[in-house]
């Protein structure tokens, strides 16, 4: 059963940090493109930041220069560092796993990062 588990979200302050965790099951992590999306009220889901099974690193214009996507292939996670956090970042942030060669595509259920004074 493949599962990806996010944890790390909550309310912080606009300029404060966080910092973002996914954790995948049931997948064959080292050949996954991973990736994180948001989602705001009203909105569509959004790419935060991606790092494919290569290691290139992709982010949105948003977020460049204050987030920071990394992956761990042993112990099967990614990390979304967020700094210089503001009120716009607000948003539940989903995982995602996808494997062209497999045709596959995952979702974590999210985690809900409030930018809030």
């Known amino acids: 059963q493949v599962q990806l588990v996010e944890s790390g979200g909550g309310l912080v302050q606009p300029g404060g940090s966080l910092r973002l965790s996914c954790v995948a099951s049931?997948?064959?992590?080292?050949?996954?493109?991973m990736g994180w999306y948001r989602q705001a009220p009203g909105e569509q889901r959004e790419l935060v930041a991606g790092?494919?099974?290569?290691?290139?690193?992709n982010y949105a214009d948003s977020v460049k220069g204050r987030f920071t996507i990394s992956r761990d292939n042993v112990k099967k996670l990614i990390y979304l560092q967020m700094n210089s956090l503001k009120p716009e970042d607000t948003a539940i942030y989903y995982c995602?796993?996808?494997?062209?060669?497999?045709?596959?595509?995952?979702w974590g259920t999210g985690t809900l990062v409030t930018v809030s004074s």
């Open positions: 995602n796993a996808k494997a062209y060669r497999y045709g596959t595509n995952y």
């Open positions: 049931g997948i064959d992590f080292r050949f996954y493109d």
């Open positions: 790092v494919t099974n290569g290691g290139d690193i």
